[in-house]
Nanobody
């Protein structure tokens, strides 16, 4: 079993920054991908960024240049540094862990609200 705990959401003004964290525990294998999706009311879930255990991260076009994903493999933790936040970034952010045929594990979600 895998347990994932997110933290770091909140309310921020446009142009501000937030850092999300997601720690995974349990049956974690060395080769995996971790990342973040987001879902806003009335919209489909959108992949924000992902990073493999060894490799190059990739980003949604809408966040490229503003968001940075990173990970600490020793801690099985993924981070999302979000800068220059916009109101359209408002959503519930969900982290995930993908381990091939073992499927996906998800965090509980953390609310990010960008508003003045």
């Amino acid at each position: 079993q895998v347990h994932m705990v997110e933290s770091g959401g909140g309310l921020v003004q446009p142009g501000g920054s937030l850092r999300l964290s997601c720690a995974a525990s349990g049956s974690i294998y060395s080769i995996n991908t971790m990342g973040w999706y987001r879902q806003a009311p009335g919209k489909e879930r959108e992949l924000v960024a992902r990073i493999p255990s060894s490799g190059i991260p990739d980003y949604a076009v809408s966040v490229k240049g503003r968001f940075t994903i990173s990970r600490d493999n020793a801690k099985n933790t993924v981070y999302l540094q979000m800068n220059s936040l916009k109101p359209e970034d408002t959503a519930v952010y969900l982290c995930y862990l993908r381990q091939g045929l073992l499927g996906d594990n998800w965090g509980q979600g953390t609310q990010v609200t960008v508003s003045s």
